[in-house]
C-alpha cells in the first residue's frame, strides 16, 4: 500500500506558518494595547492625585507660582492623557486589523486541511477497498485451485 501523499502540502505548511506569524504579531498588538491602557490608567490616577491636592491647596494659603505649577501641570498631564487615548485608539485598530488577518488566514488554513482531510479519507476508503479486492481474489483464485486440484 502506497503511502497518502497531499499535493497541497507546501501549501498547507505556508498557510499555517503565516497563521501562526499573524497570530505571533496579534499577540504582540493586543500585548501593546495592554501596555498602553495601563499607562493611560497611571497617567489618569496621577492626574485625580494632583487634581485633589490641588483641591486641598486651594483650601490654604499658598503662593501663586505655586498654584500656577499645579495647574501647568495638570494641564500637561490632561494633555499628555487625550495623547496617549488618540494612541490608544491607533493601537486597537491596529490589532483589529491584525485579528481580522488572523481569521482570515485560519479559514485559509481551515479550508486546506479540510480539503486535505476529505482527499485522505478518500485514499483511505480506495485503499480499504483494494485491499478487500485482493482478498477476495486470493479467496477466489484459493478456492479455484482447491477445486482444481482436489
Known amino acids: 500500500m502506497k503511502k497518502f501523499s497531499f499535493s497541497l502540502e507546501r501549501v498547507l505548511s505556508y498557510k499555517e506558518q503565516t497563521e501562526q506569524n499573524l497570530r505571533n504579531e496579534h499577540g504582540q498588538a493586543v500585548r501593546r494595547v ?35 505649577n499645579y495647574e501647568a501641570y495638570l494641564s500637561f498631564l490632561s494633555e499628555k492623557i487625550a495623547l496617549e487615548k488618540r494612541t490608544l485608539r491607533q493601537l486597537k485598530k491596529e ?3 491584525k485579528r481580522e488577518a488572523v481569521i482570515e488566514a485560519k479559514k485559509e488554513t481551515s479550508s486546506i486541511q479540510m480539503l486535505k482531510d476529505k482527499k485522505k479519507q478518500e ?8 485491499e478487500e479486492q485482493a482478498v477476495e481474489e486470493f479467496v477466489s483464485n484459493r478456492s479455484f485451485a482447491v477445486q482444481r486440484n482436489g
Not at 487634581?51 to 500656577?68: A, H, S, V
Open 34 to 68: 495592554l501596555k498602553k491602557e495601563e499607562e493611560i490608567n497611571a497617567l489618569e490616577h496621577t492626574f485625580a492625585e494632583y487634581k485633589n491636592g490641588r483641591e486641598d491647596l486651594l483650601k490654604t494659603l499658598i503662593p501663586i507660582d505655586r498654584m500656577k
Open 95 to 97: 490589532e483589529e486589523e
Open 123 to 130: 485514499y483511505t476508503a480506495l485503499m480499504r477497498k483494494q
